[in-house]
């Protein structure tokens, strides 16, 4: 293709795209988007879209249905793409795709979702039709959007399982799937490491590796190790839940004399349109719900009716478990027999390519890690790992209390409801009366042994005996403080292995505690706090050995207000300082390609308070060769000459990425304002998170930011985005700027 032509067609796509994105602001003009006898769609001033039904609820889902597939149509479709494992039928014919397919194909979830169908109750059922319909509805009677046409892609009619499989995406993309990459990761080290790294495991993850023995550790060895992690850079689309904050405050603590209740899911940020769809329905009976869900599924998760508020945290339950197989001719060892492996194919068509037939092997445990899975060859004999999710099955009773919790009018109506709930959340609950409740929720598998470590799969006493009982779960109604905080941290014991560490929570507790009375205005101060608890640690260790020293390296740190804020030196300065700490004392343990590779994942990033512990409590394995303030002031020494110039960057610098449009990934111009250029405030441990790794690729920081004075008849909103996933629409971007600034709208519940 010559130059000319090249100019000629992107010129041509340019004028496409002007003259769609007039069609679309003129579109976003008309406030009466549907009307029947039955329900009306409004566009509010907010670029919300208010739905009232006059008849029966599940005109309300089907309003619902409409309004995702008129504003994140896109979303919506590429989302049950991946469900399905067709990004490569659908979308591209790229090798990043193609192993997207493959990961999701052994996931299962779309036959889960098929089989869910049959077990799903009616009136459950019949909402999700309605949804469903309400979709249709809108495919049937508009184009498709430019994007779509773009890359040559139908999406074909909705129907409930595709509702179904973004569901269970939504559950475990981030959540439960983070806690299968920190196990595979720490086998991976048992695999190849020496008896020096084995031990370092052991302590970095105490008391939850004491049963790694020698027979176990010898087994893994021989284990065939694959790496098979999700390639989430290609996974825009389906979102990536990782840490949460969620509070609720009784009326004795609030000024207004209500309780109030305050959500701020962290999710990916670098992306438009926003992972959340906010939505305000009027439902037939006149209780007014506003709330956010993922488009594609009806039902929303975090939700503010005229009776009651609550949202939620991930909670880090046991739902992934890896089962060490002996395979044989074609067979697995199940107890003192081999038993033949469930061995089935599946094609992945390819856009413009030939299709790839995978082929899949399971054991009574789970699916197995085979090298290639287009292999035509049979299996191997040797020892593989299996895995297996115990969210699977468990989608009727959680749609169900879904739906049905929107109708709690009490804290304890909800924590019954929400308490069937198969994934991992920790919920927070105000209601109207004057209540606040936690409930956890999540489908754990019931079995004896260590929830971290692999299982002799062929063991049947150490195999999965079900799903742990409801009972098990913790529920909280009234806390004396008059207060209730959930940060990702562990709650209860015996279901949770690995956490995120209790730097969020406690900071929130500690603004909480400092004051009497607490009013909206506070909350939302909270809400934007990057006060960083953990440097203080660190600083209380390394400011006493650094009092002599006049350094600017030194007048940074000793200055600095201990606040990721953007225009903060001393944050780059001790940020700077943080990761020459920690890379000297952990690399030796991972080797260097290992440790940078860990420190720009969700690794360090995820699971950093397992680390600092044993920087705090001067563990023995790792400061066996130098004292701690031996590798305190090395450090320092090792990056102090970066900071004798008058250029030293701001926090904000180093803490750039971009919203990039989920489909076309900033390949696009920027004049056509498909991307936004941001900066993050906030790091992984502040209230305000500002998570940023992966080459700045992947990002966790507040999605979404509520508060709900029960007393109020309306909440404040904000998301990272706006209403619209159409590009050109001017709720695209509409509420970037009040998001950043901690700038909230009113959403009415009259």
Not at 491 to 508: A, C, T
Not at 512 to 522: M, P
Not at 568 to 590: D, H, K, M, R
């Amino acid at each position: 293709m010559g130059v000319k032509t090249k100019v000629t067609i992107m010129s041509v796509a340019v004028f496409a795209l002007i003259i769609a994105g007039v069609f679309n602001w003129l579109d976003d003009s008309v406030q009466l988007e549907w009307v029947d006898d039955h329900l009306t769609v409004n566009r509010l001033e907010s670029g919300l879209l208010r739905i009232e039904c006059q008849l029966h609820d599940d005109y309300c889902w089907k309003a619902v249905g409409y309004a995702h597939a008129r504003d994140r149509y896109v979303q919506m479709c590429s989302a049950r793409l991946a469900g399905k494992g067709h990004l490569s039928e659908g979308l591209a014919s790229i090798d990043e795709l193609l192993a997207a397919d493959v990961l999701l194909k052994r996931t299962r979830f779309y036959e889960d979702a098929k089989e869910a169908v049959n077990h799903i109750d009616d009136e459950t059922l019949a909402s999700l039709q309605a949804y469903a319909d309400g979709v249709n509805h809108y495919f049937e009677t508009n184009p498709r959007p430019l994007e779509f046409i773009t890359v040559d892609y139908t999406p074909e009619p909705w129907v409930i399982e595709d509702s179904l499989v973004i569901g269970l995406l939504t559950g475990y993309i981030g959540l439960a799937e983070s806690q299968a990459a920190i196990e595979k990761a720490n086998i991976e080290i048992i695999h190849t490491g020496n008896e020096t790294q084995i031990e370092f495991v052991k302590n970095l993850f105490s008391p939850e590796y004491n049963e790694l023995d020698t027979e176990l550790i010898e087994l893994i060895k021989k284990t065939k190790i694959f790496n098979r992690r999700f390639p989430k850079d290609s996974l825009k689309f389906v979102p990536d839940f990782h840490a949460s904050n969620n509070w609720a405050v009784s009326g004795e603590k609030s000024v207004s004399g209500n309780t109030i209740y305050c959500s701020d899911p962290h999710l990916e940020v670098n992306r438009l349109p926003s992972v959340w769809y906010e939505t305000v329905m009027k439902l037939s009976s006149g209780n007014v719900v506003t709330g956010v869900g993922i488009p594609g599924y009806p039902f929303p998760a975090i939700v503010t009716t005229n009776h009651i508020s609550f949202g939620v945290t991930y909670g880090f339950m046991d739902q992934i478990d890896y089962f060490i197989e002996e395979i044989k001719d074609g067979s697995y060892k199940d107890g003192d027999k081999f038993t033949p492996l469930k061995k089935s194919t599946h094609t992945i068509n390819r856009k413009g390519k030939d299709p790839k037939v995978m082929t899949m092997y399971q054991t009574v445990n789970g699916v197995v890690e085979v090298e290639d899975d287009f292999s035509v060859e049979p299996i191997k004999d040797g020892y593989y790992l299996s895995m297996e999710y115990s969210g699977l099955g468990a989608l009727p009773v959680t749609v169900r209390a879904m739906k049905d919790s929107i109708y709690a009018k009490t804290v304890e109506e909800a924590q019954n409801m929400l308490s069937d709930v198969a994934i991992s959340l920790n919920y927070i609950i105000a209601d109207k009366h004057g209540n606040i409740g936690y409930q956890q929720s999540g489908s754990s598998p019931a079995r004896d042994g260590s929830r971290i470590l692999p299982i002799k799969g062929w063991d049947v006493n150490a195999r999965w005996s079900g799903r742990e009982s409801k009972d098990v779960l913790v529920s909280i109604l009234n806390p004396e403080s008059g207060y209730l905080v959930t940060a990702n941290n562990m709650i209860g014991k015996g279901l949770i292995n690995v956490h995120m560490g209790f730097y969020r929570k406690e900071r929130i507790e500690h603004l909480l505690q400092s004051k009497e009375k607490l009013s909206s205005e506070d909350m939302k101060s909270i809400q934007m706090d990057v006060y960083s608890e953990r440097a203080v640690s660190y600083l209380e260790i390394l400011k006493p050995l650094i009092s002599e020293d006049n350094s600017k390296l030194a007048n940074l740190i000793r200055n600095w207000d201990n606040k990721y804020d953007l225009d903060s030196q001393g944050a780059y300065a001790y940020f700077t300082y943080l990761i020459e700490l920690v890379s000297q004392i952990f690399e030796p343990f991972y080797g260097k390609t290992a440790w940078d590779f860990c420190v720009d994942d969700q690794c360090y990033n995820e699971f950093h308070y397992y680390y600092d512990k044993l920087i705090f409590e001067e563990n023995e394995l790792i400061f066996k060769e130098k004292t701690r303030s031996d590798y305190f002031l090395d450090a320092f020494e090792a990056v102090k000459a970066k900071f004798e110039t008058d250029d030293i960057p701001r926090w904000g610098d180093i803490r750039k990425t971009s919203m990039n449009n989920i489909l076309f990934a900033g390949q696009l111009p920027d004049f056509l304002g498909f991307d936004q250029a941001i900066e993050l405030a906030g790091y992984v441990d502040t209230v305000n998170q500002g998570q940023l790794f992966h080459d700045r690729k992947v990002t966790f920081s507040p999605s979404y930011r509520l508060i709900a004075d029960m007393g109020n008849d309306y909440v404040e909103t904000v998301i990272p985005g706006g209403a619209s996933g159409r590009v050109f629409s001017r709720f695209y971007k509409s509420e970037i700027d009040n998001w950043l600034n901690g700038n909230f709208k009113k959403v009415q519940l009259k």
